[in-house]
């Protein structure tokens, strides 16, 4: 079965990094397309970054273009993503999707 399991997340003061990952299995990882979402409470989960499977496409939503960078590791079957000069705003629950499937989160908190 589809597996996708995060990692990375944590409390982290403005300005700083962080590097999520989300390992998946039970799929030809290669083959699809991989976003990261995240959610704040009250609010719906919101569209962060996507790779495309070779991993030669990569959108942003605008509020993280220039910060956030996602990446892939086809051998690892393993996608990431690099947040820097986070915003207290960016405080969420942050979701990995592959393959109509979707982990169990892991949280972001940006606090001084």
């Known amino acids: 079965q589809v597996q996708l399991v995060e990692s990375g997340g944590g409390l982290v003061q403005p300005g700083g990094s962080l590097r999520l990952s989300c390992a998946a299995s039970g799929f030809t990882f290669s083959s699809y397309t991989m976003s990261w979402y995240r959610q704040v409470p009250g609010k719906e989960r919101e569209l962060v970054a996507s790779?495309?499977?070779?991993?030669?496409?990569?959108t942003y939503t605008d509020s993280v273009k220039g910060r956030f960078t996602i990446t892939r590791d086809n051998a690892k079957n393993t996608v990431y993503l690099q947040m820097n000069s986070l915003k207290p705003e960016d405080t969420a629950v942050y979701y990995c999707?592959?393959?109509?499937?979707w982990g169990q989160g892991t949280q972001v908190t940006v606090s001084s």
């Open positions: 790779i495309t499977g070779a991993g030669g496409i990569t």
């Open positions: 999707k592959g393959r109509y499937s």
